[in-house]
């Protein structure tokens, strides 16, 4: 059973729209989860970390978490050109220190 | 300050062969974590360390992988008798503390077994 699920995709939406990035995790002890963004052939680098039950907000970027229904997401709005990657969801586990990364989703963004 | 940083950026080596992948973490991290990345996969973590201890090793996928860190700074990850399965990139990472969920990459070594 894996960890961690994206969709799949790729996701391919147009400059300006909203990228729905999900997530969803098996373990309900999970407490913390992470947005990474990965360009191809770079290192992963966080842009969004959530620890509570809601949305988190920085910038363009909107985080959810329901942990009732073990599921996270990544909004991206007014989308741009830039934010095609690959997007790695991630939560914590019962050991401290460990991560557990889903395979990514890739996002491309067209002008 | 600087990042992580990694070296080799690239290996290529013979099935067979030793290699050796080091990784300098940010200065005043106490937390190390060796993951890699096989192609269109995602990450898979390997070890990690606090301080200079490794208190979980069950990542590491066989016993020809082992790692160590010295001085809590920097950390060899090294494969003995390498096999083609093995190729992927091999990504470190470092945090404040282990209690510090917030992880921060390096550029990662791209292993290539012949």
């Known amino acids: 059973q894996k960890e961690v699920e994206q969709n799949s995709g790729p996701l391919s939406v147009p400059e300006g729209a909203i990228a729905s990035l999900n997530c969803t995790y098996s373990?309900?002890?999970?407490?913390?989860f992470f947005w990474y963004r990965q360009y191809s052939g770079k290192s992963p680098e966080l842009i969004m970390f959530?620890?509570?039950?809601g949305d988190k907000e920085d910038g363009r970027f909107t985080a959810q978490l329901n942990k009732a229904s073990q599921y996270v997401s990544l909004l991206i709005r007014d989308s741009q050109p830039s934010d095609s990657a690959t997007y790695l969801c991630?939560?914590?586990?019962?050991?401290?220190?460990?991560?557990?990364f889903g395979r990514g989703t890739q996002l491309t963004v067209w002008p | 300050g600087a990042g992580v940083s990694q070296s080799p950026s690239n290996k290529v080596t013979e099935k067979g062969k030793d290699v050796e992948l080091r990784c300098d973490p940010i200065?005043?991290?106490?937390?190390l974590y060796w993951y890699r990345q096989s192609l269109g996969q995602g990450l898979e973590f390997l070890i990690y360390?606090?301080?200079?201890?490794?208190?979980?090793k069950s990542g590491l996928p066989s016993d020809r992988f082992s790692a160590e860190r010295t001085g809590g700074s920097v950390s060899t990850l090294t494969i003995q008798r390498t096999q083609q399965e093995d190729s992927a990139v091999y990504l470190c990472?470092?945090?404040?503390?282990?209690?510090?969920?917030?992880?921060?990459f390096g550029p990662g070594t791209r292993l290539t077994v012949l």
């Open positions: 373990d309900r002890g999970s407490q913390s």
């Open positions: 990472a470092s945090s404040l503390d282990i209690s510090t969920d917030t992880q921060y």
């Open positions: 959530i620890y509570s039950n």
């Open positions: 360390f606090q301080g200079n201890s490794a208190p979980d």
């Open positions: 200065s005043g991290h106490t937390a």
């Open positions: 991630a939560r914590d586990g019962s050991t401290l220190g460990r991560l557990y």
